[in-house]
Each structure stands twice: as structure tokens, then as C-alpha cells.
């Protein structure tokens, strides 16, 4: 069984009677809480945390498209919003060639520390909709 111990802190007016002013008193009192060990920390469960894709479903498509071109992927390889670019057998001149692609098929222009730090196709289509929609709004 694991267990989790803390300190609860209370105060607690105290009025006395000789001189009708107020004080504050504080208790100190532990505190234990346990559960079984097989159910785990219900705070602490280890479960996977995703977020949804921010981008544009064409936008998406549209990279998985120019990733399966530039990689010269097979219709049969599977690509979804989490396929890693190095998993799919890119080194840092295919992703450089990757993002040049996309620039030129969104018009738009990545800065290269941002080209660094897209590894998957999620990445580079939050980014794309990000610099697509920042060049519609008269962005930078």
C-alpha cells in the first residue's frame, strides 16, 4: 500500500475574556491518506496526455502529401499527425528539403529555428496555419 502524508495547517480565533481582543492560534495535525498500491496515485495515474491538432485538416493533408512525396514514401506507408520525420527514415536534408516544400506550396517563410523544431507532421502543419493565418492578419 502506498501512503501520502501531510501537515494541515488551521487557525482558530481564540477570544479571551480579560482583555476581549482577538488572537490567532494555530494546530498542526498530520494528515495520512493511502490507497491500495494496484490502483495507483488517482492524481498521479500515468496516462497519455495529447493535444489535439490545432491545424487545418487540408492543411494536414497537405503536408502528409509533400512528406510522402519528399521522402519518397509508398502509398502503403502510413502517415498520421505523430509520424516523426526521423522515424520515417528523414535526415536533417530531407527535413530541410520538407520544410522548403511547404514553404513553397503555402507561400509562406519559416525561420530556420522554427524549421529545427518541427520532427513530425503535427508540427509542421500548426505551423504552417500559424504563418498562414499571421500573413492573412498583416502579421510577421
Known amino acids: 500500500m502506498a501512503a501520502v502524508s501531510a501537515s494541515c495547517l488551521r487557525f482558530q480565533p481564540l477570544f479571551s475574556q480579560s482583555n476581549k481582543s482577538s488572537q490567532a492560534a494555530a494546530s498542526l495535525k498530520p494528515l495520512s491518506v493511502g490507497w491500495a498500491k494496484n490502483t495507483g496515485f488517482p492524481s498521479l495515474k500515468a496516462s497519455r496526455f495529447r493535444v489535439s491538432c490545432a491545424a487545418k485538416p487540408e492543411t494536414v493533408d497537405k503536408v502528409i502529401e509533400i512528406v510522402r512525396k519528399q521522402l519518397a514514401l509508398t502509398p502503403e506507408t502510413e502517415l498520421t499527425n505523430e509520424s516523426k520525420f526521423a522515424a520515417l527514415g528523414a535526415d536533417s536534408l530531407d ?30 502543419a500548426d505551423m504552417i496555419d500559424k504563418l498562414v493565418q499571421e500573413k492573412a492578419g498583416g502579421g510577421s
Open 95 to 124: 527535413t530541410v528539403e520538407i520544410v522548403m516544400a511547404l514553404e513553397e506550396e503555402f507561400d509562406i517563410n519559416v525561420e530556420e529555428e522554427s524549421s529545427q523544431n518541427i520532427t513530425t507532421v503535427r508540427e509542421a
